[in-house]
């Protein structure tokens, strides 16, 4: 063997010896991560069978882009499984958002108009805070991934309305979930974070039957 072969063969010999404890690393670095993932799903999942009904507070951010507008709103919210749930604006938005079975009802107070809308998942990016409903099955719904120490990120494996992706940042709480943040095709975030969540408090179905005000007007959308 010549001495520039040697020389070669040391060069490729201290390369490999470098490069596999960072292949070894990375590999140990992406399988931590997937642990972590499906620790993270795994406890959400499991916190979520123990709940059939909520409620507490929320406050949500909403920067517009078309509008180049950020809007803040809080209020409280109310959730009965399997597809009930209510959540009440504070002013100055002074809305009621009502959803009972595959209907949605929008009350506006100030304006006494009321929009009535058929319920579905592809509906998440008009009233994303149904998401909270809706965290028994995320491997099936979502693709997920770790994007930092608690949160994570999930992007629908089917269409849903405009959403694209969902930032969820989990809880050490009874309820898994403090914020999440939901981007839409057109560039709107919305960020709602929730607070004193009571879990399982008795409430009944009729709590989310939504009876028309007097002096209201309709528009019905559900046909």
């Not at 849903?160 to 975030?189: C, Q, R, W, Y």
């Amino acid at each position: 063997m010549t001495r520039n072969t040697a020389d070669r063969h040391f060069i490729i010999l201290i390369l490999f010896l470098f490069a596999f404890p960072l292949s070894y690393a990375l590999l140990l670095t992406v399988a931590s991560a997937n642990s972590t993932v499906e620790a993270l799903v795994e406890t959400i999942q499991n916190k979520n069978r123990q709940i059939t009904g909520m409620q507490g507070n929320f406050s949500q951010t909403s920067y517009l882009k078309d509008l180049d507008r950020t809007e803040k709103y809080e209020g409280k919210f109310f959730i009965k499984k399997p597809s009930n749930m209510k959540w009440s604006y504070s002013d100055p938005r002074d809305e009621e958002i009502t959803i009972s079975g595959n209907e949605t009802w929008v009350y506006k107070k100030s304006e006494k108009l009321v929009w009535k809308y058929p319920f579905s998942k592809d509906a998440y990016g008009q009233v994303p805070i149904a998401l909270l409903g809706s965290l028994g099955d995320l491997k099936n719904d979502f693709h997920i991934t770790l994007i930092k120490d608690g949160t994570l990120e999930l992007k629908p494996k089917k269409p849903m309305g405009f959403m694209e992706k969902i930032h969820l940042e989990t809880s050490s709480t009874d309820f898994p979930v403090k914020t999440f943040t939901v981007f839409d095709s057109a560039g709107n975030i919305i960020v709602i974070e929730v607070s004193s969540v009571k879990i399982n408090p008795g409430l009944t179905d009729t709590f989310f039957i939504f009876n028309v005000p007097p002096d209201v007007e309709v528009y019905d959308f559900s046909q």
